[in-house]
């Protein structure tokens, strides 16, 4: 499968008597093309798996496949994690992170430039996507010039930039309102048919759970 798959994935922070298991033996895929809901109460280790499949935690145990290729079984199976992070996964957070000094073509085309593509190419790709999103319009504008929504938006647009094969969302509705909450999940169906993306959305808004085709929920490190 080239979209995610996690087998029996644990993470323990700690030894001896302190230690703490946050992931338990954690099972879990995705397709290519599908978008997944991952919910669960505060601390049941929704954030820890993340962090775990976007290379920046790493796990005690298990395995993890990304786009097709084993990034980690028992040990790390990439050298370059920051080319990993960079190349192969988009990441989507509950605030937009936008570079403030950049206008909205260029804190998407940076993505593809810091890749190695040319300012043209990269430039190219950023207004595509930001067509398809529906804020091309605004590619001349700072982040401080559009709405929440604009900038969740934009924020799609660049965890796409590099087409990969995998997007990790963070509570990505968290901060909008139901109508823009909705919009944005549509947007992310739409997105992962078109470029084939498997996508993990991390959420508590119980307004937008009912949009998942399918939902993963983990209670105490485990997923259910």
């Not at 994690?81 to 996964?89: E, G, N, P, S, Y």
């Not at 990505?172 to 739409?190: F, G, H, Q």
Request: hydrophobic fraction near 40%; include cysteine.
């Amino acid at each position: 499968m080239n979209g995610i798959k996690i087998e029996g994935v644990s993470k323990r922070y700690g030894s001896g008597e302190t230690a703490v298991d946050a992931l338990k033996g954690v099972d879990m895929e995705v397709e290519p093309g599908e978008v997944v809901g991952l919910i669960g109460p505060s601390g049941s280790g929704k954030s820890t798996l993340l962090k775990c499949l976007g290379a920046v935690v790493e796990p005690t145990g298990g395995k993890m496949t990304l786009g097709g290729e084993t990034i980690y079984d028992g040990v790390w199976k990439i050298s370059d994690l920051r080319a990993l992070r960079r190349d192969r996964i988009g990441f989507i957070f509950q605030a937009p992170y936008l570079i403030p000094f950049l206008d909205v073509l260029d804190n998407v085309a940076l993505v593809p430039m810091l890749s190695g593509y040319s300012d043209g190419d990269s430039r190219a790709r950023a207004l595509e996507l930001l067509e398809a999103l529906d804020v091309a319009h605004r590619a001349a504008a700072m982040p401080s010039q559009l709405s929440g929504g604009e900038q969740q938006r934009v924020s799609i647009a660049r965890a796409l930039a590099n087409r990969p094969p995998v997007i990790l969302a963070d509570e990505p509705t968290a901060p909008l309102d139901s109508e823009r909450a909705l919009s944005v999940v549509r947007i992310l169906n739409s997105m992962a048919k078109q470029y084939e993306t498997a996508i993990i959305v991390v959420t508590h808004d119980e307004k937008i759970i009912p949009t998942f085709r399918r939902i993963y929920r983990i209670r105490d490190g485990r997923t259910v």
